[in-house]
């Protein structure tokens, strides 16, 4: 019997009909799988205006996503003549390629790789040998850059030649030992094997610009404004290497890396060539940094080894598990998010604006608008107001040190957090200690109390932004990163535009 007939009469078996239609349209029929039978309930998606919205904009091809987004970033120029302005811009496209390339190596190959960045040093570093005066060498831009994401490529090539048997944290530990590498060798370069190879830790400075069709590309135009042709540069190979990706990313090389993402032994199993996939991932990510790397330099005119330190390899991770890792939107979308992010925090009034309109977007998303919204919302301000009013009742010079860039939110925090004149030694780890502690606390509280905690937390995390946070912007990006990415992972783990994952237990 198969499929719910007789093989000798080839006519319905009696009760087959019934018991495949007894639970329903989706009941599984004999013969076939109730996972895959039941698949259409299983999904999962958003209902209301919210999700009629986003199912209509997924029907829009990705091209035209592609292009709305490529030609309002081309507007940012236009839109402003800053020079600073266009900096940023130049830096988030160079974040782009860079989320793009490490996107193949985590996203689709599934390889923790910790020396993505001394990859994108490589690539600054060649373009500098091969146009500058360091050898006498200078090729044409056509010529140089082709060559310098050849070396790229090879360079990952040979460091995955090692790492091709090593998995999470093994893999992890070696292409670190890599990063450190690179820095040891370019910062002590200028002795190495008796030539000055690298410039050490003052770099090389007086590299050519860009070239294209006989024709340089001044780093800036009159006046000393940042040249926007830079960018436009970058944009372009940005399509193309996303368009590239998008290709490779739907071939069987795509499938197949996404395969060894999932499960590395069963795609064995299966007969796929992982350790020859492994090696093409970290050939195809090492190949984008090194692109990335050439323009940084020709802008710069000079490249030197701080430039390409563990700081910048937390930023573009950041950068990928934001936006979701395995999504090529996704991690541009991250790239552009965290981009503008960081310069926003190295201004103390535009980072105290984001801090509180970030902490009021998250109580609103959390308890939505409800009672214990109100109770929340109310109790804190009240609390500020009460505990402010007492500090300036016992010493006026406790609360007679705020103010400062932020407009009207910068006179409220005035008005309600408590900074002294003076800030004490201890107030900084104690301060600091205490939120974390609290924070800790909370996840382990439920219901009313847990409310009732939060109002002092959230007037706690104030005032260490107010005393302890702003004035170091620099260490305040960084943890700042890491407290969305905790978050993230709290309540999306797969990141922004991240694909969800079946998993089978």
Same mark, same amino acid.
């Given at each position: 019997?198969?499929?719910?007939?007789d093989?000798?009469?080839?006519?319905?078996?009696?009760?087959?009909?019934?018991?495949?239609?007894?639970?329903?349209?989706?009941?599984?029929?004999?013969?076939?799988?109730?996972?895959?039978?039941?698949? @259409?309930?299983?999904?999962t998606?958003?209902?209301?205006?919210?999700?009629?919205?986003?199912?209509?904009?997924?029907?829009?091809?990705?091209?035209?996503?592609?292009?709305?987004?490529?030609?309002?970033f081309?507007? $940012?120029?236009?839109?402003?003549?800053?020079?600073?302005?266009?900096?940023?811009?130049?830096?988030?496209?160079?974040?782009?390629?860079?989320?793009?390339?490490?996107?193949?190596v985590?996203?689709?190959?599934?390889?923790?790789?910790?020396? *993505?960045?001394?990859?994108?040093?490589?690539?600054?570093?060649?373009?500098?040998?091969?146009?500058?005066?360091?050898?006498?060498?200078?090729? !044409?831009?056509?010529?140089?850059?082709?060559?310098?994401?050849? =070396?790229?490529?090879?360079?990952? /090539?040979? $460091?995955?030649?090692?790492?091709?048997?090593?998995?999470?944290?093994?893999?992890? =530990? #070696?292409?670190?030992?890599?990063?450190?590498?690179?820095?040891?060798?370019?910062?002590?370069?200028?002795?190495?094997?008796?030539?000055?190879?690298?410039?050490?830790?003052?770099?090389?400075?007086?590299?050519?610009?860009?070239? =294209?069709?006989?024709?340089?590309?001044?780093?800036?135009?009159?006046?000393?404004?940042?040249?926007?042709?830079?960018?436009?540069?970058?944009?372009?190979? /940005?399509?193309?290497?996303?368009?590239?990706?998008?290709? #490779?990313n739907?071939?069987?090389? %795509?499938?197949?890396?996404?395969?060894?993402?999932?499960?590395?032994?069963?795609?064995?199993?299966?007969?796929?060539?992982?350790?020859?996939?492994?090696?093409?991932?970290?050939?195809?990510?090492?190949?984008?940094?090194?692109?990335?790397?050439?323009?940084?330099?020709?802008?710069?005119?000079?490249?030197?080894?701080?430039?390409?330190? /563990?700081?910048?390899?937390?930023?573009?991770?950041?950068?990928?598990?934001?936006?979701?890792?395995?999504?090529?939107?996704?991690v541009?979308?991250?790239? $552009?998010?965290? @981009?503008?992010?960081?310069?926003?925090?190295?201004?103390?009034?535009?980072?105290?604006?984001?801090? *509180?309109?970030?902490? =009021?977007?998250?109580?609103?998303?959390?308890f939505?608008?409800?009672?214990?919204?109100?109770?929340?919302?109310? @109790?804190?301000?009240?609390?500020?107001?009460?505990?402010?009013?007492?500090?300036?009742?016992?010493?006026n010079?406790?609360?007679?040190?705020?103010?400062?860039? %932020?407009?009207?939110?910068?006179?409220?925090?005035?008005?309600?957090?408590?900074?002294?004149?003076?800030v004490?030694?201890?107030?900084? !780890?104690?301060?600091?200690?205490?939120?974390?502690?609290?924070?800790?606390?909370?996840?382990?509280?439920?219901?009313?109390?847990?409310?009732?905690?939060?109002?002092? #937390?959230? *007037?706690?995390?104030?005032?260490?932004?107010?005393?302890?946070?702003?004035?170091?912007?620099?260490?305040?990006r *960084?943890?700042?990163?890491?407290?969305?990415?905790?978050?993230?992972?709290?309540?999306?783990?797969?990141?922004?535009?991240?694909?969800?994952?079946?998993?089978?237990?």
């Open positions: 019997m198969s499929g719910g007939y093989d000798e009469l080839s006519r319905p078996v009696e009760g087959a009909l019934e018991a495949s239609t007894s639970e329903g349209p989706t009941s599984p029929a004999v013969g076939r799988d109730e996972w895959v039978a039941r698949h @259409g309930d299983n999904r998606g958003r209902t209301g205006r919210i999700g009629t919205l986003e199912a209509r904009l997924r029907v829009v091809p990705w091209w035209a996503w592609l292009t709305t987004f490529v030609a309002l081309c507007l $940012v120029p236009v839109a402003s003549d800053s020079g600073y302005v266009r900096r940023v811009a130049f830096d988030i496209a160079i974040y782009m390629l860079l989320a793009l390339g490490l996107n193949v985590v996203g689709w190959g599934g390889l923790l790789d910790l020396g *993505y960045v001394a990859f994108f040093g490589i690539g600054a570093y060649a373009y500098a040998l091969l146009s500058s005066e360091q050898y006498g060498v200078h090729l !044409p831009t056509i010529v140089a850059i082709p060559l310098v994401v050849l =070396i790229g490529a090879t360079v990952g /090539f040979l $460091v995955g030649l090692p790492s091709r048997r090593l998995t999470g944290d093994y893999l992890a =530990i #070696v292409t670190l030992f890599f990063l450190q590498l690179f820095l040891t060798v370019t910062t002590n370069g200028d002795d190495l094997f008796g030539r000055n190879v690298t410039g050490g830790a003052n770099g090389i400075l007086n590299v050519d610009p860009l070239s =294209i069709f006989a024709r340089e590309l001044a780093v800036s135009r009159e006046g000393g404004l940042f040249n926007p042709a830079y960018m436009y540069v970058v944009l372009a190979l /940005f399509v193309v290497v996303y368009v590239a990706l998008r290709f #490779v739907l071939s069987r090389t %795509g499938r197949a890396w996404r395969s060894l993402r999932e499960d590395s032994l069963a795609a064995e199993v299966m007969g796929m060539p992982v350790n020859s996939l492994k090696l093409m991932s970290f050939a195809f990510g090492a190949a984008i940094a090194a692109l990335s790397g050439t323009f940084v330099t020709a802008l710069s005119a000079s490249v030197f080894p701080l430039s390409f330190s /563990f700081p910048l390899l937390i930023i573009i991770y950041t950068m990928v598990i934001l936006g979701g890792a395995g999504s090529q939107p996704g541009v979308l991250g790239a $552009v998010l965290i @981009g503008i992010l960081l310069e926003l925090l190295r201004d103390p009034g535009d980072s105290r604006v984001l801090f *509180y309109s970030a902490i =009021i977007v998250g109580v609103v998303a959390i939505r608008f409800s009672v214990k919204l109100a109770v929340v919302v109310v @109790g804190t301000f009240v609390f500020g107001f009460v505990v402010h009013s007492i500090a300036g009742a016992v010493d010079a406790w609360v007679n040190g705020s103010g400062g860039e %932020g407009g009207g939110v910068a006179d409220f925090a005035a008005n309600w957090v408590i900074v002294p004149v003076d004490a030694a201890w107030i900084t !780890p104690v301060s600091y200690i205490s939120l974390v502690a609290l924070a800790l606390v909370l996840t382990l509280v439920h219901g009313w109390v847990r409310i009732g905690l939060l109002i002092p #937390v959230l *007037y706690l995390a104030a005032f260490v932004w107010e005393n302890v946070m702003l004035s170091k912007p620099e260490p305040t *960084y943890i700042i990163l890491g407290v969305i990415l905790i978050a993230l992972m709290i309540f999306r783990p797969t990141g922004l535009l991240g694909e969800k994952r079946v998993e089978i237990i």
